[in-house]
């Protein structure tokens, strides 16, 4: 008979990652035939048409394996954030390079300190090579850094910074970061996870970037999922010094990110103008989704992102399901230790102006 001896044990703390749930599963479930996803944080507009002109030109090439170097991306890449080609790593999407991050350097009890309430891969990550999680509660919803720099010990390996951070859209600003940078010995990674980075206009953001120069233990992580809208195509990369990228780059498989991720994130890079449509849109929609939920005397954080944490001064489960039944695919904070608060990406005017008349509706049920 099989039972949990035969497995690592580390792999009995993991719990499985909870995604939104995806469009069609909600349509076969439900029966609906229409159905608005405001839950996984994609970008509504969708890739950049030079983006999807490149990927229908390589579905012809797929018979070949991709280039393992991403050679003309990381050319591209290197030249527009200001980084020699050798402090690129690449991934399939963020997620993996969060793998990799921990093959690399997390051993059996290594302490790795994450806020309280943040994205769940750290967590996951670190589990599974047997780490030790420190977890920090937030302040006022976003990291507390003062606190997290106190919590480091000499096992300390790997601090995760979430930045602005999933679930609530806070961000840690340049003059916090500058503080706490000054209180972490060198032996200790400091991993700023910038996924949302493009949608940030808050200017007290720090551009991580250029504390490279001065602090070897930084590694930036961002992706072509969010801003770019290549999320099926999982694509995410990695900066550090080119140390840190050489030893990481030892655990990742080859051929790791695939050809069309790789054309349609060259094309997305030079389609500026799609990326500011994206930005632009994604403000008015954070601006109209503010004015309704003051409306409805909702709390919510105002967000650096995509996404708005929204209180509903009540159990949100049944929020979430009526919503659902109705063709509203939002995340219920459930797992994140929030009852009463749902998570809703920004999306379309009209899917905005849907999602506000149909919550108006279920609330005053």
């Known amino acids: 008979m099989i039972d949990e001896s035969i497995v690592r044990q580390e792999i009995l703390k993991i719990e499985p990652y909870v995604p939104g749930k995806p469009i069609e599963e909600v349509k076969r479930e439900l029966g609906l035939e229409e159905v608005i996803k405001l839950a996984s944080n994609e970008n509504p507009l969708g890739p950049a048409p030079q983006a999807i002109k490149k990927m229908k030109e390589a579905a012809k090439q797929v018979n070949i394996y991709p280039d393992g170097n991403v050679h003309y991306l990381r050319q591209k890449l290197a030249a527009k954030v200001g980084v020699r080609e050798e402090e690129l790593i690449f991934g399939n999407g963020s997620d993996e390079l969060l793998a990799l991050l921990a093959q690399t350097f997390i051993t059996e009890q290594a302490e790795v300190i994450i806020a309280g309430t943040t994205f769940s891969e750290y967590r996951f990550a670190t589990n599974i090579m047997g780490g030790k999680i420190v977890s920090v509660p937030l302040k006022d919803y976003a990291h507390d850094l003062e606190a997290m720099a106190a919590a480091i010990t000499p096992n300390t390996k790997l601090i995760f910074i979430c930045n602005p951070n999933n679930p609530t859209g806070t961000i840690v600003t340049k003059e916090e970061v500058d503080n706490f940078?000054?209180?972490?010995?060198?032996?200790?990674?400091?991993?700023?996870?910038?996924?949302?980075?493009?949608?940030?206009?808050?200017?007290?953001?720090?551009?991580?970037?250029?504390?490279?120069?001065?602090?070897?233990?930084?590694?930036?992580?961002?992706?072509?999922?969010?801003?770019?809208?290549?999320?099926?195509?999982?694509?995410?990369?990695?900066?550090?010094?080119?140390?840190?990228?050489?030893?990481?780059?030892?655990?990742?498989?080859?051929?790791?990110?695939?050809?069309?991720?790789?054309?349609?994130?060259?094309?997305?890079?030079?389609?500026?103008?799609?990326?500011?449509?994206?930005?632009?849109?994604?403000?008015?929609?954070?601006?109209?989704?503010?004015?309704?939920?003051?409306?409805?005397?909702?709390?919510?954080?105002?967000?650096?992102?995509?996404?708005?944490?929204?209180?509903?001064?009540?159990?949100?489960?049944?929020?979430?399901?009526?919503?659902?039944?109705?063709?509203?695919?939002?995340?219920?904070?459930?797992?994140?230790?929030?009852?009463?608060?749902?998570?809703?990406?920004?999306?379309l005017p009209e899917e905005n102006q849907v999602f506000i008349t149909q919550l108006k509706e279920v609330l005053n049920n």
């Open 181 to 347: 940078l000054k209180q972490v010995p060198d032996d200790v990674l400091v991993i700023f996870d910038e996924a949302y980075y493009e949608y940030v206009d808050n200017p007290a953001y720090p551009e991580t970037v250029n504390y490279l120069a001065n602090h070897e233990n930084i590694i930036i992580l961002r992706t072509f999922s969010k801003a770019y809208a290549l999320a099926g195509l999982r694509i995410g990369y990695g900066i550090a010094n080119q140390k840190l990228i050489d030893y990481i780059d030892r655990v990742r498989q080859p051929f790791n990110v695939n050809l069309m991720a790789q054309k349609a994130a060259i094309a997305s890079l030079e389609a500026e103008e799609h990326l500011a449509k994206s930005v632009e849109l994604n403000q008015s929609g954070k601006e109209y989704l503010y004015q309704e939920f003051d409306k409805l005397g909702l709390e919510y954080l105002p967000t650096s992102s995509n996404f708005i944490l929204v209180d509903l001064a009540q159990d949100s489960a049944w929020v979430f399901q009526e919503l659902m039944e109705r063709g509203i695919i939002i995340r219920n904070m459930e797992s994140f230790g929030y009852q009463d608060k749902i998570r809703v990406t920004v999306g």
